[in-house]
């Protein structure tokens, strides 16, 4: 199998145009929100309107330091092989994990999709994602 890795187009614009592109991905939400360090949240990927059917889904959390623009790496969350029996909803629960974390700093969720280009099993895969914010605190 081969794996051909394109760029994920960071989607840090607001704008419906920027929304409709991420709607091809599917969307992603975290309950609560805003969550203490050590603090349980829950991340939802939800399917419906990515374009194909995700073979893998991997989720990230990511800072952006809000002084310099600077963008921290990705740390996995959880991988998830999708599942083929037509949920479209993944949840899973976690913490944020020890990145780091300090004031100034503002993170996304990222839900990255790994698909076959035309859907069908043998294709070449790609990947794109969308992201939603999350409020830490009490670092
Ligand atoms: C998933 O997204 C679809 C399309 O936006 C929406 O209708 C549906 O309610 C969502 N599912 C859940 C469990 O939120
Ligand atoms: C996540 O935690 C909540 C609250 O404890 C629980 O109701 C829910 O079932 C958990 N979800 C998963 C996917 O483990």
């Known amino acids: 199998m081969k794996l051909f890795a394109l760029a994920a187009s960071a989607l840090t614009l607001a704008g419906s145009a920027v929304a409709q592109e991420a709607a091809r991905f599917g969307s992603v939400s975290v309950y609560p929100s805003t969550v203490k360090v050590g603090e349980t949240f829950t991340v939802h990927y939800n399917s419906t309107t ?60 990222w839900a990255f999709i790994t698909y076959p280009v035309d859907d069908t099993p043998d294709a070449p895969l790609e990947y794109g994602g969308v992201s939603t914010g999350i409020t830490v605190e009490g670092y």
């Open 50 to 109: 990515a374009r194909h059917q995700p073979k893998y889904y991997d989720a990230y959390i990511q800072g952006t330091v809000q002084s310099n623009g600077f963008i921290q790496p990705q740390y996995l969350l959880q991988r998830t092989v999708f599942p083929t029996d037509g949920t479209k909803d993944v949840y899973f629960n976690t913490t944020v994990p020890d990145i780091g974390l300090g004031p100034g700093i503002v993170h996304s969720i």
